[in-house]
């Protein structure tokens, strides 16, 4: 069992950054592929960004491609999104998650999941 905590959230002005970090505890988290979705009200879960296991391999969606940066460090069971040139449709609940599979981007590939972090994004 892995559980996931998110923090780093909070309120920017649009063209500001982010850092968000998820840490992992419990199971060996150099064993999942990392994710990051988000959530906006209204709108079905999608895919941001996600880390392969040792880190060699990242993968984007088109809409933060260039602006956002997925990373981790196994040592202290943590993955990070660094968020940049944020935009007001960027504003959503920001999910980390656990998967083993590569390349995972649907919602349903992950296995364990956070509680999720509020970015919000004023223009």
């Known amino acids: 069992q892995v559980q996931l905590v998110e923090s780093g959230g909070g309120l920017v002005q649009a063209g500001g950054s982010l850092r968000l970090s998820c840490a992992a505890l419990g199971g060996t988290f150099s064993s999942y592929v990392m994710g990051w979705f988000r959530q906006a009200p209204g709108k079905e879960r999608e895919f941001v960004a996600a880390i392969s296991w040792s880190g060699g391999n990242t993968y984007y969606a088109d809409s933060v491609k260039g602006r956002f940066s997925i990373s981790r460090e196994n040592a202290k069971n943590t993955v990070y999104l660094q968020m940049n040139s944020l935009k007001p449709e960027d504003t959503a609940v920001y999910y980390c998650?656990?998967?083993?599979?590569?390349?995972?981007?649907?919602?349903?590939?992950?296995?364990?999941w956070g509680q999720g972090t509020q970015v919000t994004v004023s223009s």
């Open positions: 998650a656990a998967s083993r599979q590569w390349i995972a981007v649907g919602p349903g590939s992950y296995d364990y």
